[in-house]
Each structure stands twice: as structure tokens, then as C-alpha cells.
């Protein structure tokens, strides 16, 4: 099988729109390594998403974060970000430069269901706001980086991976 010519790919998107398990399986795929900066960020706090909001609040996650993806290399991957990274012109800078952004676009509908399976997820985001406030904060900037748009609603996540692998290669 001859290597895909895309090196590296950028996963944005709500939480619960599938980028960890899209990115999985589009990483096997593109025979890439996968990248969860979730994960990344939770191994350096050796504390969980929710747990770093929980004590030192959403902007000090997304100040880590920004740290984190500012300074972590970028090899041959899929990267799976975590969906507030859209808040930061200087990641988005980075991974626009560096990869071709893939934004998982899901209805409000979906991801709720998706969280709800899930409520300790953690995300960065004021206690004020609902999560149709943050979905309808984040979708513009979203909309705004992604070089291509693929639906995640009703499709199962192999036949997702298929689609963005396809786009890749127009």
C-alpha cells in the first residue's frame, strides 16, 4: 500500500464529535501515528480535564493547552485536539500551517447525547454557559479554520474516517 501523501491531519470539533475515535481509525487508515492532546495535557498535569477546570478553572486549561500545543512536536499524525483549541489564533495558526484541519461538524442534538454518556469530559468553558451557548460560540470558529467539513451525525465513526481519507485525496 503506497504511503497517503497527507502527513499530517488536525481533527477540530465539539466535545463528543468523535475526534479520539475518527482520529483512531483515520490514523490507522493513513498508517500515521495518532496524536489525543487531551491526553497530552492530562499526562503533563498528571490530573484529568475536569479535575484541572475543577481547581484551577477553564481559562487555566485552555492557557495549558495553548502550551502544549504551542510546544509539542508535529510529525506524520492525526491529531485529535481538544475542542477549545479553536480559541487560540496562535494553535489554530500553527496547526492550519502545519496540517490540514478537519473540523467534525455534529449537531447541538448529538453532542449532547454524546456527553451525556460521558459528563465527567470536562470542558473549557465559563460555569455560566450551557452548551448551546459554547456550540453556538464555537461553530463560527470552527467553520472558520476547517480546510474541509465532514458531518458526524449519523454515520459510524469507519465509514467517517472513510470520508475525510477520501477528501484528503482530492
Known sequence: MARHPIQVVSLIGMPGSGKSTVGVLLAKRLGLAFVDTDLLIQEQEQATLAEIIAANGHEALRVIEEHVL???DI???VISTGGS??????IMNRLSN????????SQLAT???RI??????????????TLQDVYNERVPLYERYAAITVDVDIEPPETISGHIAAALDK
Not at 483549541?85 to 496562535?90: F, K, L, Q
Not at 502545519?98 to 461538524?105: D, E, F, P
Not at 451525556?116 to 454557559?129: E, F, K, N, Q, T
Open 70 to 72: 504551542l510546544n509539542m
Open 85 to 90: 483549541v479553536v480559541y487560540s489564533e496562535a
Open 98 to 105: 502545519a496540517s490540514s484541519v478537519i473540523y467534525l461538524r
Open 75 to 77: 510529525g506524520a499524525s
Open 116 to 129: 451525556s454518556l460521558a459528563p465527567d469530559r470536562g470542558i473549557a468553558s465559563p460555569g455560566s454557559h
Open 111 to 113: 453532542v449532547e447525547y
